[in-house]
């Protein structure tokens, strides 16, 4: 693959890939920098890939794996704010609307990352399957698991901004 095709590509999938590591990675620069960390992998590892139709999924399974190391980068280092308010001191627990995107990153990882690919990205139950290196019978289950759990984290935070 030359550098212009394999510019093409990428800028084909900036958008996918930008998606991917925000339901991954909270900070916005940790969301940029394993975007561009994975582009740079990709490149440099270019003839890895073997099936050429399966780029997008490849160069998924690099970012996906470039998010992972830098949560367990992140996990070594703890910080806590000496001024910080739990949810019991806050003087309105209730005041932000009923969020989506809260509700899904509330989910662990090997959940959430099933949802997004097939509900947000429309990717196939296969492609999935294959990116995450899992049988098709994993990720159906965790699509199962992952509906299941936004629908009960969704009706706890409607109960809760009602009650």
Known sequence: MDRQE???RVMGQEPLLYRVARSLLRQEADQLDAVQEAI???WAHRGDLRQPQ???TWLTRILINECRSIRRRQARVVL????????EESENPWASPL???SALDALPE?????VVLHYL???ALRDIASSLRLPLG???ARLHQGRKALQLELEHDKEVWHS
């Not at 806590?80 to 949810?87: F, I």
């Open 40 to 42: 740079a992998k990709a």
């Open 110 to 114: 090997k959940l959430r990352l099933p």
């Open 138 to 140: 994993t990720v159906k």
């Open 6 to 8: 394999f510019i093409d």
């Open 80 to 87: 806590v704010a000496e001024d910080w308010e739990g949810p």
């Open 99 to 101: 969020d989506v995107s």
């Open 121 to 123: 990205e429309g990717w």
């Open 54 to 56: 399966y780029f997008t």
